[in-house]
C-alpha cells in the first residue's frame, strides 16, 4: 500500500504542508482565501529543533494501537487507511493516548483530526506531498 | 480439514476483539457470541456521553449494523451461560440449551460491586453505572428537582455525574479516599480536577463513607447526613469470574499468560474478568480499561484460530475528561518525578532505573503516546534524549536512525 514517508534531510521547516493539509480539509478552490484568518489545524505537523525538522503524520500501521484502542469503534482501517468516523467520535482522546507517534491531534472537541491520505479527495494523492517544495514527504509503496 | 467450533462469552471489547481475529485468519469456522445483555454491541464507555446528550443509541454501537453478518458469526443475544464444562467441553445456557466448543473465550468482563451498607434496601431510586440498561433507568428518573447522591468518586462515578449534572438540582459525590480518581491521579493533580468540577456545581465529600441509608437519608461515618431523591453506586467494579471458579486459576480476577491461555487447556479469558502482568511494574493486576479488553480478545482470538501471537505489554493507561478537561495518565507513579506546571496545565513523568514507569498529563495531553509508548516499550531512557522529551513529546528525542525508521517505515 501507498503511504506517505518523510525524508528529513529535504525538510526545509517551510511548513507548507501544513498549509496544504489544512487547505484541502477546507474544500475550497483558492488557498489564500480558504486560510485567511483561520486557525491552521492540520492533519501533518512538523516538529523541528535547531536545524532539524521533520513532518508527522499518521503511520497507517499495519497493526495500529488507535483503532485497536478505540473506545467508541470510530477508528476503522479501510483498505489500509486509518479512517476516522467523525459522527461516533466523542474526543476521548483515547487514541491519542495510544499513538506512538504523536500523530493524532486535536482542535476543538468535537472530533480528533488525523491524516486519512486525503481518500476524499478527487486526485486522491496527500495534498502535503503534492505541496511539499524539496521533495521531503513521498507518497510510494515500501515493502 | 474439521471446522472449529468458536465460543466466545460475552459480547463487547474483548469478545469482538477475538471474533475479529478469529475472522481474519479462519474463513470457515463457527463463531457464536454470547451476551447476557440483549443489546447489538456496543461501547460501554460512552454510557454517560447519552445521558449527556453527544451520542445516541445508534452512534454508539462498537460495530456496525451487520457485524455480526459479515463476520459469519451467531449472536446469542440475552443469553446468559450459566456453566461450562470443560470434560464435555460445551457451555450450558441460561435456557438450558447447550453450545459446543473446540476453543472457548471468557470475556465476561466486569460487575458494580455493591457494598453491604445498612439500610440500602430501603433507597427506592438506586442505581448501578455499568450497562446500557442501567443509563436507561437512571435516565428515566432524572428530573431538575432531583438531588443525586453518588458514592465513589472514581472515573465511573465522575463520567456518571459529568453525564447528568445539567439534567438534575444538584449532585454529591461522596468516596473514602481523600482525593478523587484516586486510581489514576496523584493529590495535587485531582485537587485540580475536582476544582474544575467544583466550578462546575459538583460538590464533594472525601475521605467518608456513608454509615447507614434511612430511605431518603444517607448518614455518614462522620455523623452527617445527605439528602438525596437518587442514588448511584459506583464504588469499584469486580471481575466476573464465577464461570471458571474450579476449572481454572483465578486470584482477583482469572488468570491468563500471555497468550491469553487460562490455565484449563482450550479455554481462553480476555478483558475486564482477567488479571495479567502489569509491564511498568511487573506484576499481575486487573486492567479493567477498553484497549487492554480488546487486544487481549484478539490475542485470545489469535490463538483460539491455531496462530501464535502474544500481548505482553499491557500497562494501566487512560483517557479521560471532563467538561474539556483531558486527562491522560499511564503506567505506575514511582522513581524520580518531572514535574512541569505551565500555563495551567500539569504533568508528571514518574522514571527510574534508565525507564519511564507512568505519567500524569492535566490539560496538554498533545502527543501523550509518546510517552505510553515508552512506557510499553520499556525503552531504555539513554537511548533517547530524556531531558528534551520531558519538556515536550515528539519524535526529536530519538535518536536519527530511529527517526529514520519510524517515518521511513521500517517499523510499522
Ligand atoms: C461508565 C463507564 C465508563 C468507562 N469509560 C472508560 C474509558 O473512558 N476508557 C476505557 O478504557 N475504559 C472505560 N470503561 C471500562 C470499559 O468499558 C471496559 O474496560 C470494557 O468494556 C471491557 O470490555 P470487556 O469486553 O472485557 O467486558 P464488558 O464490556 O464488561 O462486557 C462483558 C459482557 O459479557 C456479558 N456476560 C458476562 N457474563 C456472561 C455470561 N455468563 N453469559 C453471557 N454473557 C455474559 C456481559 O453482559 C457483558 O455484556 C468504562 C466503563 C464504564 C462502565
Known amino acids: 500500500?501507498?503511504?506517505v514517508y518523510v525524508n528529513e534531510k529535504w525538510c526545509l521547516a517551510c511548513h507548507l504542508c501544513e498549509y496544504y493539509c489544512t487547505f484541502a480539509g477546507t474544500g475550497e478552490k483558492d488557498m489564500a482565501r480558504a486560510l485567511k484568518g483561520i486557525r491552521t489545524n492540520p492533519r501533518i505537523k512538523i516538529e523541528e529543533k535547531d536545524d532539524i525538522s521533520f513532518a508527522v503524520s499518521c503511520r497507517h500501521c499495519k497493526e495500529p494501537l488507535c483503532v485497536?484502542?478505540?473506545i467508541t469503534g470510530a477508528l476503522t482501517v479501510s483498505d489500509g487507511v486509518v479512517t476516522i468516523n467523525s459522527d461516533k467520535c466523542i474526543s476521548c482522546f483515547t487514541c491519542i493516548l495510544c499513538c506512538p507517534y504523536g500523530a493524532i491531534s486535536y482542535a476543538d472537541d468535537k472530533t480528533v483530526l488525523k491524516c486519512e491520505l486525503c481518500i476524499r479527495t478527487a486526485d486522491r494523492t496527500p495534498a502535503c506531498v503534492k505541496g511539499c517544495p524539496n521533495g521531503a514527504i513521498v507518497f510510494e509503496e515500501r515493502g | 480439514m474439521r471446522v472449529v467450533k468458536y465460543v466466545i462469552i460475552g459480547n463487547s471489547a474483548a469478545g469482538i476483539g477475538a471474533v475479529e481475529k478469529i475472522r481474519q485468519l479462519d474463513k470457515s469456522g463457527e463463531i457464536t457470541i454470547i451476551s447476557s445483555e440483549p443489546h447489538h454491541t456496543y461501547s460501554r464507555p460512552l454510557i454517560s456521553y447519552l445521558l449527556q446528550g453527544k451520542t445516541d443509541e445508534q452512534r454508539m454501537k462498537y460495530r456496525d449494523d451487520d457485524f455480526y453478518k459479515r463476520n459469519k458469526c451467531t449472536f446469542l443475544a440475552?443469553?446468559?451461560?450459566?456453566k461450562i464444562c470443560p470434560d464435555n467441553k460445551y457451555v450450558e445456557l441460561d435456557d438450558k440449551k447447550t453450545i459446543p466448543y473446540d476453543k472457548l473465550l471468557v470475556a465476561a468482563g466486569s460487575s458494580a460491586f455493591v457494598p453491604p451498607i445498612e439500610g440500602l434496601d430501603t433507597v427506592k431510586d438506586k442505581f448501578t453505572f455499568m450497562s446500557l440498561d442501567d443509563a436507561r433507568k437512571l435516565q428515566a428518573s432524572l428530573g431538575k428537582e432531583k438531588k443525586v447522591l453518588i458514592l465513589g468518586a472514581g472515573l465511573i462515578g465522575l463520567k456518571c455525574a459529568e453525564g447528568?449534572?445539567?439534567?438534575v438540582k444538584?449532585?454529591?459525590?461522596?468516596d473514602l479516599a481523600p482525593r478523587i480518581l484516586s486510581s489514576i491521579l496523584d493529590d495535587e493533580g485531582a485537587r485540580i480536577v475536582q476544582d474544575h468540577l467544583e466550578r462546575k456545581g459538583?460538590?464533594?465529600?472525601?475521605?467518608s463513607g456513608v454509615k447507614t441509608f434511612d430511605g431518603n437519608t444517607a448518614i455518614l461515618d462522620n455523623g452527617a447526613s445527605v439528602d438525596s431523591d437518587i442514588l448511584v453506586i459506583a464504588v469499584g467494579v469486580r471481575p466476573n469470574t464465577k464461570l471458571l471458579a474450579g476449572i481454572a486459576d483465578i486470584d482477583k480476577g482469572i488468570i491468563i499468560n500471555d497468550r491469553c491461555e487460562t490455565s484449563a487447556k482450550d479455554i481462553y479469558a480476555a478483558g475486564d474478568c482477567t488479571q495479567s502482568v502489569d509491564v511498568s511494574t511487573g506484576q499481575s493486576k486487573i486492567m479493567a480499561l477498553l484497549p487492554n479488553a480488546y487486544m487481549q480478545g484478539e490475542c485470545a482470538g489469535a490463538n483460539m484460530a491455531g496462530a501464535d501471537m502474544s500481548f505482553a505489554k499491557a500497562i494501566p493507561m487512560n483517557a479521560i475528561g471532563f467538561f474539556g478537561l483531558h486527562i491522560i495518565t499511564a503506567g505506575s507513579y514511582y522513581g524520580d518525578v518531572y514535574t512541569d506546571k505551565k500555563d495551567g496545565g500539569y504533568k508528571k513523568l514518574f522514571y527510574g532505573s534508565d525507564r519511564l514507569n507512568g505519567y500524569i498529563l492535566i490539560k496538554n495531553v498533545d502527543k501523550a503516546g509518546i510517552y505510553t509508548s515508552l512506557i510499553r516499550e520499556r525503552t531504555p531512557l539513554s537511548s533517547i534524549d530524556f531531558s528534551l522529551i520531558c519538556e515536550r513529546p515528539g519524535l526529536m528525542a530519538f535518536t536519527k536512525e530511529e527517526r529514520v525508521r519510524k517515518l521511513g517505515g521500517a517499523d510499522l
Open chain 1, 68 to 70: 485497536k484502542g478505540c
Open chain 2, 78 to 82: 440475552g443469553k446468559t451461560v450459566t
Open chain 1, 1 to 3: 500500500m501507498k503511504r
Open chain 2, 170 to 174: 444538584e449532585i454529591t459525590v461522596v
Open chain 2, 164 to 167: 447528568i449534572l445539567d439534567k
Open chain 2, 202 to 207: 459538583m460538590k464533594f465529600i472525601l475521605s
